[in-house]
Structures are given as structure tokens and as C-alpha cells.
């Protein structure tokens, strides 16, 4: 991996997973990261410094509710677009494939999928707005 020891990436996977489990308040966003997480730990695939601290701080900040779940799932698209970049330059292929393919999955899919549960978020005012723009 072109961010560090393979151990210390593997480590920051069982980081992630414990503060998801430790995390006193829901959202589907922390749930959606935990099934990722824990199918890419599986694979013995890590995770950089900088994705595993930007994921952490959504995390929070979703539970807090000062982010909604499509931001931080576009959050994370734009750091792993860094690594998929940092990888291809150091000529790690492998993790440049997987990178590459968490930013599609979160520029995508975490909009399609987080839509509807940001939209419930909103005050009834807000959501008349937001449907009114998505005729």
C-alpha cells in the first residue's frame, strides 16, 4: 500500500470497526462503513491514515447530526480519489483498483442510497422544498 505498513492499514480497519461499535447513536451511514469495513478487513485490504481519520470524523459528525450521510459518503470519495492518485504513483496497482472503486461506489452510490434517509432528516418545510425540486 502506498500509505504505510499493511499492518498498521489492517490495524486502522479494527480501529474503525470498535468506534462504530462503541458509537452511542445510529445511523446507516456508521452501518453501511462497518459492512464495508469489515468485508475489506476480511480481504486483508487496509486502510490509509487519511481515509481512516476523515471516516472517523463523519462518523461523528453524522451521529452529531452536522453532517448529512450523502455528504460524508462524498467525504470519503474525494480522500480515496487521493489514495487511488497516491497509489498509481508509486505503481501499487492493487490498491489503486481498490480505491478506485470505493470512490464510484461513494460518488454513486452513497447518494442514491443516503437520499431518502437525509431527506427524512429534514424539517417538514425542507422536505416540501427538496421534493418540490425533485419532481
Do not use: W
Not at 476480511?42 to 462518523?59: L, T
Not at 437525509?118 to 416540501?128: M, S, Y
Amino acid at each position: 500500500m502506498p500509505y504505510g505498513d499493511e499492518r498498521q492499514g489492517l490495524m486502522r480497519r479494527v480501529q474503525l470497526e470498535q468506534k462504530i461499535l462503541q458509537s452511542s447513536r445510529f445511523s446507516i451511514y456508521a452501518q453501511a462503513v462497518y459492512c464495508v469495513n469489515k468485508m475489506l478487513h476480511h480481504a486483508n485490504v487496509g486502510i490509509s491514515e487519511q481515509a481512516y481519520e476523515s471516516i472517523s470524523r463523519n462518523i461523528n459528525a453524522v451521529a452529531e447530526g452536522r453532517l448529512f450521510e450523502t455528504s460524508a459518503s462524498l467525504s470519503e470519495a474525494r480522500v480515496f480519489s487521493r489514495d487511488t492518485v497516491n497509489a498509481l504513483k508509486v505503481g501499487d496497482y492493487k490498491s489503486a483498483a481498490i480505491t478506485a472503486s470505493g470512490v464510484v461506489v461513494n460518488t454513486l452510490g452513497g447518494p442514491l442510497f443516503f437520499g431518502n434517509y437525509d431527506r427524512n432528516k429534514l424539517t417538514a418545510i425542507e422536505r416540501h422544498l427538496y421534493d418540490s425540486f425533485h419532481l
